[in-house]
């Protein structure tokens, strides 16, 4: 039987898309869904410093989040109400150029009402004045039900394609995630055999995931609202899918938002504990500048429209590698096998450790088979390979000097503590 989220992937009938011709001019306008959160903020940056745009962001004003004033130097008292949370958010990533200023339109809206909480006429000018969407904002919870996520994760998608096709049609672009592939029970992610997988899946960027076994609710809201972008498709609106893997911070920076991630969270535990779980697993990391990069290139391509493209590390690493680069980088590890590795992280949530919040949220996350952090199928990517062909633009491998980067800005933010000396 079809459940109500798998109906949700329906888009409404009334929604139509008229012929799209490109201009043949550069572009002048663009709207941006998720300026505030980790990867929108780097598409930002990187549409401001490829192409000569203006990005209208549409950016929540929740009471007691707008900041009264910014202190950094040649950064003005924000005139429009949202410019506020988007500068702070970009200086706080190391993105911020004032410049960017004239260039950067904040948009008060949510994505979880209709017309995106905007007024009919304001609705209207808006889409008159976009000729480009591109689509980050998300509420990213696991553990949430479907529910919860609905109205901004599907409707807010809606919404946007009814923008997409208002007064005319306008490329669309939606970033989506792999997990619609993995997020499901008995997903065979292959068996890893000296840091290799072998076998699994073939996940290719031309099939069409099923609803049926996906688990999360997030996960389920992001193939419902994947799927209604599919369907504008077919019904004409010019628009590409970006489904992406797990994004850590940035190559050169370390910067990242994404602290909270199971990864960042397990290397945290680990060097808290002073030990680590002997699991036989890869281990997949993916700078954020690299995905930013990767969707704002496709995305200015003609070719690119009507695509699907997966973007994922291609060369994950055994688990056991990266614990050797925490070890060298000055946080030594002592091997547990996983069931008393466990045991010891719960009895320090349990305890009084002055981190036991964060230790705890872990354990509530790891299953007795670590079951989140196994498991890489192998990848087609015919449209990647023909429409990244040449650009220069490649996943960064997976080295000491990307770990060290990572560890750096987890301690500057107090995210870890120092290493041994
Ligand atoms: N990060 C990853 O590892 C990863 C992996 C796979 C796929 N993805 C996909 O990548 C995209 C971006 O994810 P992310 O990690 O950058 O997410 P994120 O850091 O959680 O950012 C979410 C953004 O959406 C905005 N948003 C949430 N609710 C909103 C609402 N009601 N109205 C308007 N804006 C709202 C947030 O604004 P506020 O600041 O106001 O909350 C924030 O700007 C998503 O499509 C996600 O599914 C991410």
Redo the contacts with the bound molecule.
């Keep these: 039987m079809t459940e109500a989220w798998q109906r949700d992937g329906r888009l409404d009938p009334a929604l139509q898309f008229p012929p799209w011709s490109p201009a043949s001019r550069p572009l002048r306008a663009v709207l941006l869904?998720?300026?505030?959160?980790?990867?929108?903020?780097f598409v930002l940056e990187e549409l401001l410093r490829r192409h000569p745009v203006q990005v209208f962001c549409?950016?929540?004003e929740?009471p007691g989040?707008e900041e009264p004033g910014l202190e950094e130097p040649g950064l003005e008292e924000p005139s429009q109400p949202g410019a506020a949370?988007i500068h702070r958010?970009l200086q706080s990533l190391g993105l911020w150029d004032p410049a960017f200023v004239a260039r950067i339109v904040p948009v008060v809206?949510?994505?979880?009402?209709p017309r995106?909480?905007l007024e009919e006429e304001a609705f209207l000018a808006l889409a008159d004045q976009v000729e480009a969407i591109f689509?980050?904002?998300?509420?990213?919870h696991f553990l949430r039900p479907y529910a919860a996520l609905r109205?901004?994760?599907v409707g807010?998608t809606t919404e946007l394609l009814r923008l997409a096709g208002t007064g005319g049609s306008r490329p669309f672009h939606?970033?989506?995630?792999?997990?619609v592939f993995f997020d499901r029970a008995g997903f065979d992610g292959g068996t890893t055999v000296g840091g290799t997988t072998v076998g699994g899946t073939m996940v290719s960027e031309e099939d069409d995931p099923e609803p049926q076994g996906l688990r999360s609710g997030?996960v389920r809201s992001?193939w419902a609202?994947e799927s209604q972008v599919r369907e504008a498709m077919q019904r004409g609106l010019p628009a590409t899918i970006?489904?992406?893997?797990?994004?850590?911070g940035h190559s050169q920076t370390g910067a990242t938002?994404?602290s909270e991630?199971l990864l960042s969270r397990m290397i945290k535990a680990c060097i808290l504990l002073g030990s680590y779980p002997v699991l036989p697993i890869t281990v997949s990391m993916?700078p954020?500048d690299y995905?930013a990069r990767a969707i704002v290139h496709l995305s200015s391509m003609q070719q690119s429209l009507g695509k699907t493209f997966h973007l994922f590390q291609p060369a994950p690493i055994p688990w056991l590698d990266l614990v050797g680069m925490i070890g060298e980088a000055g946080y030594p590890l002592v091997a547990m096998d996983y069931d008393g590795w466990r045991a010891k992280l719960k009895q320090a949530a349990m305890a009084d450790h002055p981190e036991r919040e964060a230790l705890a949220g872990l354990w509530l996350l790891l299953g007795p088979d670590s079951a989140l952090l196994g498991g890489r199928p192998s990848h087609k990517t015919p449209n990647s390979d023909l429409c990244l062909a040449g650009s220069g633009i490649q996943c960064p491998p997976i080295t000491p000097a990307l770990l060290r980067c990572y560890l750096a800005f987890f301690r500057q933010r107090g995210f870890i503590p120092a290493a041994a000396q």
């Design positions: 869904t998720g300026a505030t959160g980790f990867l929108g903020a549409l950016v929540r929740e989040l949370r958010h809206g949510d994505l979880g009402l995106l909480g689509h980050c904002g998300v509420v990213a109205a901004v994760n807010g939606h970033v989506s995630t792999l997990a997030y992001k609202a970006h489904r992406t893997s797990r994004i850590t938002r994404s991630d993916m954020v995905v």
